[in-house]
């Protein structure tokens, strides 16, 4: 079998058992990455001589008999690229931040450099993590490797499509509105948000300061336990970073759901949802009660509110957090401009695309004089009682299932000309980050074209153990799933060559 | 016709907190240093950078807050107010508008002969922004940070003043209120505290305000003045020519005595201030409100009448004792170690004050020990350097610190004590000017002077003009 | 709601985006579209209701007082598109 189609924890334990190094997997990784990079253009920046340097000193450790508990030491892994890597370029997808080369890492990108983490490149994405299939990058789209007519889904779609090709092992995404879930669930892969403040956001290229956080895309839960076991932790740089009581998460990979306490809002399962996807995450939910978990299915308001909420609380920190990009510090500068207000413009005009514009227009429009109560404040209203309706949810139940996302992976195009469509996809992601919840989904099937559906677990805060626990049940009534053209010659449509 | 107008004035101060550090992030506050120095990705808007509050910015704060009799916003909060502008790296600066740490506080002043309470209409937190070098040679203007994230408060007045004299009473009431928390070192001169100030002028009589202009970059007690008079008459011209008085902010040339309007700045201010949402609110207990007005230090009115009565010193002098917290603190160490407070006081007021002014610096930049001055006033008493050699060796403490009495003897200062020496030396002087000598005899009792003169100078100055004076008049008068 | 002309204009200037015909109307559109969907939110009741800004209820985050940042003036001009004599260079701003 091919290396790259290891786990990343069964790489891990080759590495340290002596029968692989690490420059073996990452020369295996840049070969598979040479081979599928043009069908699928996961990586905006790859950093092979780099990879390679850092294997060989992680190596050298681990020969000597460090990095004992890092289980993913020498492990190649890959960072969407809103996350600051030192010397490396950093440009959210975007052409503002073309050349932009930070002085200094992210906490996680740290985080796993002490881990014995080795840096394949940095993933393409949504320009600043702003839509749902990673065709807003100024890179160009990324393409789903179960289907590369269709989006693998956004903004981690660089992150998502890389684990499902077998071009990382791993990797870190971020999520705001459903951006590691979604992309996760379009691509068959599991993928993680944590509790609002588990992970810090110190070296994340701010989107959404109230809803961002940083999480795992892996080819299976345990994977994403262990990168988690890596990434969490208090930060003092980040005042909205939390400490958890226990970081443990790869305890919690236990085949044990008896007892649980299933909640599906019935809301969740109404119109608009691909009747092919209810199948699957029905099923979800059965496999885990024949496993002993109780499964019921309540009635949770809000859900409707929770997007409005969410554009409007998202564009007007956005629009705040964008207004760095001037031309000022760093990156993009228009050569074309007279006086100041002329550069700023602009430089600003040209160096972001139309998604992010949208965003930073209504973003303004919501805090500006006359509208801020009238749609900030009541955001913020509907945002409180989303997260009551939660908290009134888990008193009855430990986890709540859903599925990830309406449908699987649209055409590549298809949602571009219609903004609102395109927001609307994600009802079922979204609510989980105004409440700063963990979710995580994982694959539960494909529909008749093939492709991929999630079914979601959400959990109340602090609780990941019970959702990698419940995830990890889940996983081990399901059969692998792979992407079927991955070794074949370059498809459209999903025919085999 | 003409009417009477009154002048109605409010302002908005910011000071620079003392604190090591800035308000967001570990970059030192120190004033200098090269361009960009005192920087981080946080203080410079990199991206992906987050603010993290020190606490001792909250501390300073709300110790302001108490001494200026505020009531505290218990919970408080950050708020990002959004523009353009190429000092402000984030393109928002943090600041607080919904919830401010402190709201209707007063200060009380004392003008010519009456005393008025000046309403605080609130005090919050905010970072400061960084500087503007506008380039000679080249059409651009170069951004330094190093000031970028310094924190300030800055304190809103209400419109309750309506002179010149009440806002400079107002301001130096406020200086001297936090140099003696110990919370902004309140120097004009290197822009740690800042007022804008906002004034309208209406008939007499009227209850109505005026329309309001803004006024900034003064930069000196004296420029606020002069502005606050130029822009009452600009106002009152205005009024009486029959226009009206365009609400605009205007900026102060004190060079030219006049103030222009600033070109408004092309965004809308409409700065969509709203809670940021990386830094939780702040919530200020009354525990933490006890402990720091607990360590309110003895403010100046109360110092001042402690010095009449245990010092004896008069008022006027415990006033100029007590301006500035430093000078007090020296005198009363001084004081302590000499016994002496008069004479402490006078150095202080006289000599100190001389050199202050010469160096064309402020009272609270003295930096010198008590115990320096307290010797120094020991030598006088003792007889052991004259009052001409002390102020030399004075100016020497003031500037580097010395020590008094090994300069003394260092640089032969000390007063011959051989009093059998002084009297040859002036038997000789004596006998060398008989001119001076026939005039004091004829009646001109200040010829002695002129053989003081010339006996220091044999001297070099190691005598004491007062016991050469009695000796040479005893030893004309003996001759006889 | 409708969004005019003046609203965009009003916004844009705000955003400090310099958006061309065809990007202003497209934008009044979308904006129109996505602001009417917003609206819904009028629906809820959400009287006595404190906006929730911060989900954990966290506060009083503090750091000391101490110098931590060491100075990198080389590291902060890196990516500057002009710097001058140590600083950011940009057209000369209006006083």
């Known amino acids: ?497 | 016709m003409s009417y009477e107008y009154e002048t109605v004035i409010g302002l908005e101060v910011h000071c620079e907190l003392s604190t090591r550090t800035k308000i967001f992030c570990g970059c030192s506050t120190e004033f200098g240093g090269a361009p960009n120095t005192h920087v981080c990705p946080v203080c410079a808007g990199m991206p992906g950078t987050l603010p993290v509050l020190n606490r001792k910015v909250v501390e300073y704060a709300l110790a302001a807050c108490l001494a200026l009799n505020c009531d505290i916003t218990q919970h408080c909060k950050f708020d990002r107010k959004n523009y353009f502008y190429p000092d402000l790296p984030k393109a928002y600066q943090i600041s607080q508008l919904y919830l401010p740490i402190g709201r209707n506080g007063h200060v009380d002043i004392e003008c010519e002969g009456y005393e008025k309470s000046i309403g605080i209409h609130e005090i919050h937190m905010e970072e400061d922004a960084g500087k503007l070098i506008h380039d000679k040679w080249e059409d651009c203007t170069v951004i330094d940070y190093n000031r970028c994230g310094v924190p300030l408060i800055e304190i809103v007045s209400e419109p309750d003043m309506s002179s010149a004299d009440e806002v400079i009473a107002y301001l130096e009431k406020l200086r001297r209120t936090l140099q003696y928390l110990g919370v902004s070192d309140c120097r004009m001169q290197e822009g740690s505290i800042r007022a804008d100030i906002n004034l309208s002028v209406r008939r007499r009589g009227e209850e109505k305000l005026g329309t309001r202009t803004e006024m900034k970059n003064m930069n000196s007690f004296k420029a606020i003045t002069r502005a606050i008079q130029a822009e009452t008459d600009r106002q009152i011209e205005v009024l009486e020519d029959g226009k009206r008085v365009t609400q605009e902010t205007r900026r102060w040339d004190d060079s030219k005595c006049a103030s222009y309007a600033m070109r408004s700045k092309e965004d809308a201010q409409d700065y969509r201030y709203f809670p940021d949402p990386d830094l939780p609110p702040v919530f200020i207990s009354d525990d933490w409100i006890a402990r720091v007005k607990a360590l309110e230090p003895e403010f100046r009115e109360d110092k001042c009448r402690r010095y009449v009565s245990e010092y004896g010193i008069s008022e006027q002098d415990a006033l100029v004792l007590t301006d500035s917290v430093r000078m007090a603190d020296i005198f009363e160490e001084t004081a302590k170690i000499c016994k002496d407070p008069k004479e402490a006081a006078n150095w202080l007021m006289v000599e100190a004050m001389r050199i202050v002014k010469a160096r064309e610096t402020d009272p609270s930049q003295m930096n010198f020990s008590p115990r320096h001055l307290a010797e120094l006033i020991a030598l006088v008493d003792a007889g052991t350097i004259n009052r001409a050699a002390a102020r030399e060796i004075f100016e020497k403490i003031f500037d580097e610190d010395i020590e008094p009495e090994s300069y003394a003897q260092e640089h032969g200062m000390k007063i011959e004590s051989d009093s059998a020496g002084l009297e040859k030396v002036i038997g000789e002087v004596i006998t060398a000017n008989p001119k001076s000598v026939e005039d004091y005899r004829a009646g001109k009792k200040k010829a002695v002077g002129f053989l003081v003169g010339q006996t220091m100078k044999a001297m070099n100055g190691r005598a004491d003009p007062g016991t050469v004076n009695k000796m040479i008049v005893k030893m004309l008068d003996e001759e006889r | 709601m409708a969004i005019t002309d003046k609203t965009i204009d009003y916004v844009a200037a705000l955003a400090k985006l310099d958006l061309t015909a065809e990007e202003k109307a497209r934008a009044r559109e979308d904006l129109g579209n996505i602001i009417d969907y917003v609206d819904k939110m009028n629906e809820l009741d959400v009287t006595g209701v404190e906006p929730m800004s911060h989900v954990l209820g966290c506060s009083n985050v503090f750091r000391e007082d101490e110098v931590t940042s060491v100075p990198d003036p080389e590291g902060i001009l890196a990516n500057a598109p002009e710097t001058k004599d140590g600083g950011f260079k940009v057209p000369r701003t209006v006083v």
Do not use: H
Not at chain 1, 202 to 217: E, F, K
Not at chain 1, 315 to 341: I, M
């Open chain 1, 1 to 497: 079998m091919d290396i790259t189609s290891l786990s990343a924890l069964e790489l891990g334990s080759r590495i340290k058992a002596g029968d692989i190094t690490s420059m073996d997997a990452v020369r295996a990784q840049f070969e598979k990455i040479k081979e599928r990079e043009d069908r699928y253009s996961c990586y905006i920046t790859l950093t092979q001589e780099q990879a390679l340097r850092r294997a060989e000193q992680v190596q050298r450790r681990i020969e000597a008999g460090e990095l004992r508990n890092q289980p993913l030491a020498g492990v190649p892994m890959a960072l969407k690229d809103n996350i600051c890597t030192r010397g490396v370029l950093t440009s959210c997808a975007s052409k503002i931040l073309e050349g932009f080369k930070p002085p200094y890492d992210a906490a996680v990108t740290e985080r796993l450099e002490a881990a014995g983490a080795v840096m394949l490149g940095k993933l393409n994405m949504d320009e600043f993590a702003m839509g749902s299939t990673t065709e807003t990058s100024c890179y160009g789209p990324v393409k789903n490797p179960w289907d590369t007519g269709r989006v693998p889904g956004g903004s981690s779609g660089g992150a998502a499509a890389a684990a499902a090709a077998e071009e990382t092992w791993y990797a870190i995404g971020s999520d705001t509105g459903g951006s590691i879930r979604q992309p996760s669930s379009f691509c068959g892969v599991t993928g993680m948000k944590p509790t609002y403040g588990a992970v810090s956001r110190y070296g994340l290229i701010a989107y959404a300061s109230s809803l961002d956080q940083i999480g795992p895309i892996a080819r299976n839960v345990s994977d994403c336990a262990a990168v988690m076991e890596i990434i969490a932790g208090w930060d003092k740089r980040d005042s909205t970073s939390v400490r958890l009581d226990d970081y443990k998460f790869t305890d919690a990979l236990v085949d044990d759901v008896k007892g649980l306490r299933i909640g599906i809002p019935r809301s969740y399962l109404g119109e608009g949802l691909d009747p092919e996807v209810k199948e699957a995450v029905i099923g979800a939910a059965k496999a885990l009660e024949a496993k002993g978990a109780a499964v019921e299915y309540f009635d949770m308001g809000m859900v409707d509110y929770a997007i409005p909420a969410y554009y409007v609380i998202a564009s007007a920190e956005a629009s705040s957090n964008l207004s760095r990009f001037d031309g000022v510090k760093y990156g993009y500068r228009t050569p074309d401009f007279e006086d100041l207000q002329e550069m700023y413009k602009k430089t600003r005009d040209d160096g972001f695309g139309m998604e992010v514009k949208r965003r930073m227009l209504i973003g303004a429009f919501v805090l500006s004089s006359g509208y801020y109560d009238a749609y900030y404040i009541k955001a913020l209203q509907v945002k409180a009682l989303i997260k009551k309706g939660f908290d009134e949810a888990f008193e009855k139940y430990d986890i709540i299932i859903g599925p990830t996302a309406p449908t699987t992976a649209p055409r590549l195009g298809e949602n571009l000309s219609d903004p609102l469509k395109m927001y609307l996809g994600d009802i079922y992601t979204v609510s989980v980050n105004l409440a700063g919840l963990p979710g995580i989904s994982v694959p539960c099937g494909t529909d008749s074209s093939g492709l991929p559906i999630g079914v979601q677990m959400i959990g109340q805060t602090f609780s990941e153990k019970t959702l990698l626990r419940a995830a990890y049940a889940f996983e081990k009534t399901m059969p692998g799933m792979r992407p079927p053209q991955l070794d074949g010659a370059a498809v459209k449509g999903g025919e085999q060559a």
